[in-house]
């Protein structure tokens, strides 16, 4: 069963990139530097929306040591995320992917 599994997720990701194969699970990821670093692998390089970008950042990657990176509550996310972001993000895509974060931190 586990080959089978592996031979499709290899497959989809060659042939269609499928951020399903990615392993994305909630736990402990690779760390990064900063949020942008980690946005720009998310959004940039692997084509998540942003707001799945922050929200995988947030919850699944140290980033400058700390996890999960984005703060406790809601004002507190919007605001390190909008200071860490480039201003290629909007303040709606901010709000909406903090509160996606806190739901699933």
């Not at 042939?15 to 949020?35: K, R, S, V």
């Not at 929306?49 to 984005?70: L, T």
């Not at 860490?84 to 974060?101: F, G, K």
């Amino acid at each position: 069963m586990r080959i089978a599994r592996l031979f499709v997720c290899v497959t989809a990701l060659a042939i269609f990139a499928l951020p399903a194969c990615h392993g994305h699970d909630h736990g402990e990821g690779e760390p990064f530097d900063t949020l942008q670093a980690c946005f720009d692998d998310h959004h940039t390089v692997e084509k998540f929306s942003v707001n799945d970008a922050i929200v995988i950042c947030c919850v699944e990657h140290p980033i400058a040591g700390v996890h999960p990176s984005c703060k406790d509550t809601q004002a507190d996310c919007v605001t390190h995320v909008r200071a860490q972001l480039s201003a290629a993000t909007t303040d709606a895509e901010i709000q909406t992917a903090c509160t996606d974060y806190l739901a699933k931190k």
